[in-house]
Structure formats: C-alpha cells, structure tokens
C-alpha cells in the first residue's frame, strides 16, 4: 500500500511538473509580438456584408470567388468588375470598407507600418488602383489621408502596400480610430462596348512596425524655408499629402 501511494505521489508531481511548463510555453507565446493582424480575408458572402462595404460611382458588379487560383489566403476572395460612368472618365468608381464594429477586425491601425491587400489582375495590361483612409479627429469628424497609387502587373498577384509610417507622425491622423478604406479604380469602361476588367482582392492586413520602428518624424528647419515639394511638408500645413505615384507594390 505504502509503495502505491509512493508511486501515485511522484506520478502526481510529474503531472504538476508537465503542466507548469505548458503554462510557461503558452505564456511565452502570448507575449511574442505581433508581425501582422488580419484585417478581413473576403471568405464570404457574410464577411464582406459584414464589413458594411459601399460602392460608389457606378461600381458595377462584385462577387465571392472560390476558385483557389484566385485566393491568397482561407477560402475566398472578393471578384471586381468595375464599370464606371462612360461619359464622365474622371469619376472613378470605387468600394469603401468600413472598420469600426464591423467583421472587420479591428480600427486601432496605430501600430501598423503599412496596410496591405493582394490584388489579381485578370487583364493583359497593366491596371492602377488607388487608396486612402479616413481617421478620426477630436470633433468627431473624419479626415482623409493622401491617396497612394498601385500599378497592377498583368495576369499576376500585386501585394499594395499603403504606407502609415509618415502620416503616423503627425497628431493630424488618429491611427486609434481609422473609419473608412477607399479603393478606387482608375481604369474602367469608357463606352459601352469596352471590355470589363477583372480583379480579385484578398488577404488585407496590418502590417505592425518591427521592434525599435515607429512613425516617421519629420524635422523642417524653417530658417532655410520651406519648399512644399514633399508630402511631409503638404501635410503639416495643409492637412492634405501630395498623391504618391511610387507607392510600395510587390
């Protein structure tokens, strides 16, 4: 009996032993940082509508895609087929994603380098897309941030990154509360006849600064003066960023 219990003791000990260091393993995984979030991954129907997603300037037609040459990432992706006004070629026509209590998983960008989606281009030419956000203010409005432009190679993946890393230096953007992403397309029907593109959006995230990065800090030293030929500068005293034409594309 006294041999039972001896062995029913050290079985116990061991057991207590094994769970302490699960718990330490588990533990040590929750504190390793972030690298990216997943902002919304198009699965479904439900996810998209979800999202709160509008259409603007006579978008055309938009639809869940399963097909895995079309998917970067889970199980679906969002097909786009943008039509746009034939008569007016300046009016782009455009979705908006909505991030506050939406499937969309979360609006604090604060921590975030750059946000990026994966864009198929379905065409034999190249396509360009442009993006912006909208952040909060203290008066409960919101302000948009500049426009970054994407070239979309064609028949072929192109991972748009939208750069935060300047504008996050500036109180002018609340990155806490971001509302609104805009994806325009600058290329769409110009007749009725024209061919529809096609394009597929998949796998938005959030791209976190990497240990020791942060928003980038612009200095001006006013006694040289001040050209107004940046974006840095734009922003400062306009409240609005030049449109960037050399936007990360991968």
Excluded at 34 to 51: A, H, I, K, P, W
Excluded at 214 to 238: A, C, K, N, Q, R
Aim: aromatic share 12%; glycine share 8%; hydrophobic share 35%.
């Amino acid at each position: 009996m006294r041999m039972y219990k001896k062995a029913a003791l050290i079985f116990l000990a061991l057991l207590l032993c094994f769970s302490s260091l699960a718990g330490c393993k588990e533990k040590k995984s929750a504190e390793t940082p972030e690298t990216s979030v997943l902002l919304l991954g198009f699965e479904s129907y439900e996810d998209v509508v979800g999202s709160r997603i509008a259409m603007g300037n006579m978008l055309g037609r938009m639809e869940i895609n399963t097909d895995e040459a079309y998917i970067t990432e889970g199980s679906g992706s969002l097909k786009v087929l943008p039509q746009g006004f034939y008569n007016q070629p300046d009016y782009h026509p455009y979705f908006k994603l909505d991030f506050m209590n939406t499937t969309c998983a979360t609006c604090d960008f604060s921590n975030f380098k750059n946000v990026s989606v994966d864009v198929y281009n379905a065409q034999d030419k190249e396509l360009r897309i442009s993006i912006n956000f909208y952040t909060g203010k203290s008066d409960g409005n919101f302000i948009s941030t500049m426009e970054q432009t994407f070239v979309l190679q064609p028949n072929s993946w192109n991972t748009c990154a939208y750069d935060l890393s300047v504008m996050g230096g500036f109180t002018l953007y609340d990155f806490t509360s971001v509302r609104y992403m805009t994806v325009k397309f600058l290329e769409h029907k110009q007749s009725r006849d024209d061919a529809v593109n096609v394009l597929d959006f998949d796998n938005l995230q959030g791209n976190c600064y990497a240990e020791g990065e942060g928003p980038v800090i612009t200095e001006f030293d006013f006694h040289e003066g001040i050209d107004f030929e940046t974006s840095g500068t734009e922003l400062v005293f306009t409240g609005q960023g030049r449109a960037d034409t050399d936007a990360s594309i991968a």
